[in-house]
């Protein structure tokens, strides 16, 4: 069975720093990796996603995760954030011959200060 | 643009009620999804869908039940609403048989006394 571990619940920052969200997931299996992100009051958007070949992917918004397959690992970098990207983090995985379900961690809250 | 629809974002109801919650998606997508989210717990799964009138259950299906009558409509039934399913409820939908990309609704978050 897969499971995906978010190591941390809260991330506060200062504006323009970097951050980085950690995202350790379990499979005996190769999976697709998920990042979603959650703005207040709003459901679950897409923010990047893992499905094969380069392991660097990139958001349109100057997010990028990295698949580490020896770690296990799908950690979320912004080399500078903007107070708009307070929201909350999830990180998922789902198997590609596993049918339809997808596993999600807890969430990461991000605090975006000014 | 895709869309998920849920009927309410606030709901307040009583212990014992029954409790309908609809989601509508215009995307023609094969599978829907009912999760519960929770401080701390993330996102767990319900009940799922991958056809008409198909449905399977999630991770905590207890206290639940699920109808999908038309491919673009999945709804959740509380059957007697406890005050411990006082939670966020999303609906999603996906295409397909593999789980890419699920798109997510606005979210009900639900209060019962």
């Known amino acids: 069975a897969q499971s995906v571990t978010q190591l941390d619940s809260q991330v506060p920052v200062f504006e323009e720093a970097p951050v980085e969200l950690r995202c350790n997931y379990s499979s005996s299996v190769s999976v697709y990796l998920f990042w979603y992100v959650q703005y207040p009051n709003q459901g679950l958007q897409l923010l990047l996603k893992y499905l094969s070949g380069s392991t660097l992917v990139e958001s349109i918004n100057g997010f990028e995760a990295e698949f580490n397959k020896s770690q296990t690992s799908f950690h979320l970098r912004k080399p500078s954030v903007h107070i708009s990207d307070t929201a909350e983090y999830f990180c998922?995985?789902?198997?590609?011959?596993?049918?339809?379900?997808?596993?999600f961690g807890a969430g990461t809250r991000l605090f975006v200060k000014a | 643009d895709v869309k998920v629809t849920q009927s309410s974002r606030y709901l307040v109801k009583r212990t014992g009620e029954k409790v309908f919650l609809e989601c509508v998606q215009d995307?023609?997508?094969?599978?829907m999804f009912w999760y519960r989210q929770d401080p701390g717990l993330g996102l767990r799964l319900i009940y799922f869908s991958y056809d008409v009138k198909m449905k399977e259950k999630g991770d905590i299906p207890e206290g639940y039940s699920v109808s999908r009558e038309k491919k673009e409509r999945f709804s959740l039934i509380l059957e007697s609403a406890s005050t411990n399913q006082t939670s966020m409820y999303l609906c999603?939908?996906?295409?397909?048989?593999?789980?890419?990309?699920?798109?997510f609704g606005p979210g009900t978050r639900l209060t019962v006394l």
């Open positions: 998922a995985v789902s198997v590609p011959e596993g049918g339809f379900k997808t596993i």
């Open positions: 995307m023609d997508h094969e599978n």
């Open positions: 999603a939908s996906t295409q397909g048989w593999r789980a890419h990309e699920q798109f």
